[in-house]
């Protein structure tokens, strides 16, 4: 090597040494090596997802750990890909394959505990009957939001209670909606599928991987040599409660990495709290609807059927709802019990269009809680051993995970009624794709099955 390239190389390396203490260069080259390979919804989106996988290096200096949820309508949405960028970037990712709950206890150890991540969680909390099955995770992942939260477990042939930790990030992606008290503690990312102009390079984990790894590494140093003074920041928040917790930690790091991530940062934690609080009222309110629907058939003495007109009515004139100043009319009322594949049809006479109670059954059993005539099909099941022996209050031993320590079952929490499916979508025909034998007819609109569609068109103006 010559004189001219040792001092080449002697350069770079002060420039690269300066440059890793750079947080704003750092964030900004993870940023652009995540956009390199997804498309995200905007702009905020993407720097909520670097914050977040530079929060993991920097963990030590923090008291809660954000959970970060990616979640879409659909499949192939680039949920896995970018948690394949996430695995590639953040601290020790434990990727969790078919894992025991007792394994990820086990893997949590240490001042600095591995980054968790789970793909298709919707096949752990999307059903009943799986979720059921996964309650110890579910308790993991919300207990382990902050610190100090230790499960407390019986092992060994002595049944010794053993503290077991629980602090530490995770990271979750599934198609649909996961559990509230999950979504309640992270940052929440919906994706989307890519359209055709929108172009990505495609990932290669041996290929592509040393370079995910170089910028790994330039967080981790960045990280460790700002940990202590991440660790007395308290930073200005734009948001309170639950959220603040949730968002301080990456609130903190784009402080001090500078440049324009303080700004960036604010943004985006107002921006995707906003679009979540949204989804969680829009959701609430559905439900709500749903209720009110259901009560208003039981006044009506059971009757099997009733016009969108008189529901609607009906719906207007309950005191204290909303659905007066919503201004709740037949369009709305298609469009939202929609949401749980509910139509509106004919009567047996053809005359009016309503809505049948029976149709609406399957949404009542599924989204709204048993009412006190309506005893849960499981309860009975539920008190009783899978052997048909009496229910005990001795702990249960396994080989592959460590006993629970008995709880009084008058305090523990139970749920009657979940969400069977993990999202329900339904599939509709616009007027861009309708064949002869789908045309609406007698001018009904087949995206809101109403009526009231004028002859030169095939939807409703607002149902485009």
């Known amino acids: 090597m010559t004189t001219a390239e040792i001092d080449r190389a002697d350069e770079l390396s002060e420039w690269y040494a300066e440059d890793e203490l750079d947080g704003g260069r750092v964030l900004d080259e993870l940023r652009d090596v995540l956009t390199t390979y997804v498309v995200f919804m905007d702009s905020h989106t993407a720097a909520a997802v ?52 007792a394994a990820v206890y086990r893997s949590l150890d240490g001042e600095h505990p591995p980054t968790l991540i789970i793909d298709e969680a919707d096949t752990i909390f ?64 919906t994706m989307r599928r890519r359209t055709r102009d ?3 390079a495609q990932f290669r984990s041996r290929r592509d991987g040393p370079v995910l790894t170089r910028v790994r590494d330039r967080i981790s140093s960045w990280a460790a040599a700002n940990v202590a003074a991440l660790g007395k920041a308290e930073p200005t928040m ?80 309950i005191e204290e709802s909303p659905w007066r100043d919503f ?56 008190q009783k051993p899978s052997d048909g022996s009496k229910s005990s209050d001795a702990p249960v031993v396994t080989d592959d995970k460590p006993c629970v320590v008995p709880v009084d079952a008058s305090n523990r929490q139970t749920e009657t009624i979940r969400q069977d499916e993990t999202a329900d979508h339904t599939t509709f025909l616009t007027h861009l794709t309708l064949d002869d034998e789908t045309r609406p007819q007698s001018g009904t609109c087949p995206v809101c099955d109403l009526d009231g569609v004028p002859d030169d068109r095939l939807t409703h103006w607002d149902c485009e």
């Open 50 to 101: 670097t914050l977040w996988i530079a929060t993991t290096h920097a963990l030590p200096a923090f008291e809660f750990a954000p959970r970060l949820v990616l979640t879409s309508p659909e499949k192939r949405c680039a949920k896995s890909r970018t948690l394949d960028v996430i695995a590639g970037t953040c601290h020790r990712p434990l990727v969790s394959v078919n894992a025991t709950t």
């Open 126 to 189: 999307g059903s009943k009957r799986v979720a059921e099955q996964n309650e110890d995770l579910r308790a993991l992942l919300n207990a382990g939001h902050q610190r100090g939260r230790p499960a407390l477990r019986c092992v060994g042939p002595q049944q010794t209670p053993t503290e077991f930790p629980t602090f530490a990030m995770a990271a979750l992606a599934g198609i649909g909606s996961m559990p509230e008290t999950i979504t309640d503690r992270a940052v929440n990312v």
């Open 198 to 200: 929108e172009k990505v």
């Open 238 to 317: 734009p948001v309170d409660d639950r959220a603040a917790d949730t968002w301080e930690p990456l609130i903190a790091v784009a402080d001090a990495a500078g440049g324009h991530w303080p700004e960036t940062a604010r943004a985006a934690c107002l921006h995707l709290v906003k679009a979540a609080d949204a989804a969680e009222e829009d959701r609430s309110l559905s439900v709500r609807l749903l209720a009110d629907v259901r009560d208003i058939f039981a006044a009506k003495g059971g009757v099997g059927f009733l016009a969108t007109a008189d529901l609607v009515e009906a719906l207007r004139g």
């Open 327 to 382: 201004d709740m009319n037949a369009r709305r009322l298609a469009k939202r019990l929609r949401e749980y594949g509910v139509k509106s049809t004919r009567n047996a006479t053809g005359s009016v269009r309503g809505y049948r109670l029976d149709d609406l059954g399957d949404a009542f059993r599924r989204y709204l809680a048993a009412e006190a005539s309506e005893p849960s099909e499981t309860h009975g099941e539920q």
